[in-house]
DNA sequence: CGTCCACAGGAATGACGGGCGG
DNA sequence: CCGCCCGTCATTCCTGTGGACG
């Protein structure tokens, strides 16, 4: 019963290469655009409408996209974008469309960058005002004598972080340009965010607005068993695997994105097992992995100060079950003073927790407690142990933790 | 019914490392 | 190489506020 280093390798290879329960797995990843999205058509068919003067080289309405996450929402517009493209191709009109997700790329200087690449242009990542990358673009594009269909997708990040200067030159572009003109698409799951933007922008952004209902569960399983077909070999799903991997991303406020991911992951940890069916219990597996992955990286790429925090929360939590922000305040100084490190200020700290929020790591309720004053309930968003573990790999929070009994 | 707690969170500012144009 | 600009993390100073308590 020797087998050698090659042969284990070989049959790793082996096993990577031909799966023997998918097809291909490439179907089930959230950038993948496929060719039918059910249940999208009324969506499509709008945007489409909107953005079809762009053939006979008119300007498109701007338009505003609202919708949670896993929605759609990008997979409908670049469905569309990549069809007119095609059309235009056909034409012989010039259609330049350029995708830009502002998650990403969350600044504006980033954003003008990005567009300016679809252009072809490129400017250097640093060294220049915005005011001057923003100059060279418009100049560029309107070199190009293009209808410039720009999409700018999770618009709340850059308006929350830069305002709203950009997408009001953007939609202002027109005035600029000679040659060109410019269509601005704007994405976003957040509706409360066209309350914060300027009139001026909110007027000419929403000329048009299409709004992406969640998914249900019925809606979620005709996707998944869509999408199932191409990426699974037949046969290998087990019974009901779809519908509870449709009924668990249907309590996440219907989220296809989710419900693709816990099939494609279910997937992966039954081939790993060496299963040759997928089964309910790897979808629950693969819940827990999805959770356990997702926090790993948030944590890790926290800053020193964020752990700590984290950390105190994690303490404070795991004896009372929730926290306020004084009590994590005063129990990250004494780790601090342990550390023999300098603490944030109070204030600083209260952005932090709310990072931690958003991120999703912890849950952070406002409220207020009368006489007892305003402040934070904190709890964790996430399992005790995934965080924990997280936190973990960093040795300088290692410190803290060894000498506890 | 007004106070006043324990913070939330806005605004201005700065230190710092990185990177480009000239 | 310098000067300028960037993003990030942080500080200081500040005003705002829901509701239990007196």
Redesign the pocket.
Known sequence: MVSRASDILEMIFERATSSSIFINREVLRPDYIPDELPHREEQIARLGSILAPALQGARPSNVFIYGLTGTGKTAVTKFVLKKLKQKALQLGVNVISCYVNVRQD?????VILRLSECLGLR???????????YRRFIEALDAKSAIFISVLDEIDFLVR??GDELLYRLTRGNEELAHSKITVVGITNDIKLVENLDPRVRSSLGEVEIVFPPYNAVQLEDILRQRAKLAFRPGVLGEGVIQLCAALAAREHGDARRALDLLRVAGEIAEREGSSKVLLEHVYKARMEIERDRVSEVVQTL????KLILYSILSITRGQGSA????V?NYYRALCRRLGI?????????????ELDMLGVIN?R???????????IISLAAPYEAIEAALLEDPRIRLLALPRH
């Open positions: 969350d600044t504006t200087y980033r400017l250097p990542f640093t060294g220049l005002s915005t005011a001057e990358a972080k830069q800053p020193l100060h964020g306020t922000t004084g009590e305040y300098e603490s944030v200020t109070q204030r600083r700290a209260s952005d932090i927790i709310s952070a406002i409220v207020s407690r009368g006489r007892y004053g305003k402040t934070r």
